[in-house]
């Protein structure tokens, strides 16, 4: 399975979830799967954005991740009832879709 990968303005100390009040329903990401559950984020449920972390492929996103600073992170969709649960290890990261 692989998910869109939403790039978002994040810090390693704050909080994971970063938004949990999206509605997909006239977005072109509705349909694409949970990074949690794996089922449709079909635009019927809240949607969260899930910070995973910098990318692996980019050494200076991954020093300011280190470094806890602000930086440009990876980001995945969940439903907002699995969002709290979602476990960025469990990922696969590749492929991935940047929009
Ligand atoms: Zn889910």
């Given at each position: 399975?692989?998910?869109?990968?939403?790039?978002?303005?994040?810090?390693?100390?704050?909080?994971?979830?970063?938004?949990?009040?999206?509605?997909?329903?006239e977005h072109?990401?509705?349909?694409?799967?949970?990074?949690?559950c794996?089922?449709p984020?079909?635009?019927?449920?809240?949607?969260a954005?899930?910070?995973?972390?910098?990318?692996?492929?980019?050494?200076?996103?991954?020093?300011?991740?280190?470094?806890?600073?602000?930086?440009s992170?990876?980001?995945?969709l969940?439903?907002?009832?699995?969002?709290?649960?979602?476990?960025?290890?469990?990922?696969?990261?590749a492929?991935?879709?940047?929009?």
């Amino acid at each position: 399975m692989t998910y869109p990968v939403i790039p978002i303005r994040w810090q390693r100390d704050a909080p994971r979830v970063v938004r949990d009040d999206l509605d997909l329903s006239e977005h072109p990401l509705a349909g694409t799967p949970c990074a949690h559950c794996d089922g449709p984020l079909d635009g019927q449920d809240p949607v969260a954005i899930v910070a995973v972390g910098p990318a692996p492929d980019d050494p200076a996103e991954i020093e300011r991740h280190d470094e806890g600073r602000w930086y440009s992170a990876d980001g995945v969709l969940c439903h907002d009832v699995c969002a709290p649960a979602f476990d960025p290890a469990t990922l696969t990261r590749a492929p991935v879709t940047r929009r």
